[in-house]
């Protein structure tokens, strides 16, 4: 498999990963706690919150960053 075709997986994987993500949040504050049972995976609403804002975060900054490479054409320009 081609390193372009991985990183687009990756992309698109990131994207659909974000778009669960800000689902994920609400709009109050409650986020995770209100979806009962399992905000007992973490120790408190705010951990899960805080937790929920990092994975997002992250996520947000993968995409960011393989958007940019992937329209800059780097790694077809890499693989000739």
């Known amino acids: 498999m081609a390193v372009i075709t991985v990183v687009k997986i990756i992309w698109a994987i990131a994207a659909v990963g974000i778009c669960v993500l800000v689902l994920l949040h609400s709009p109050k504050g409650d986020g995770l706690g209100a979806l009962g049972g399992q905000a007992q995976l973490f120790t408190s609403t705010k951990s899960a919150e805080e937790t929920l804002n990092r994975a997002t ?11 940019v490479v992937l329209s800059g054409g780097w790694l077809e320009a890499a693989a000739s």
């Open 57 to 67: 975060w992250l996520l947000t900054i993968v995409f960011m960053a393989l958007t």
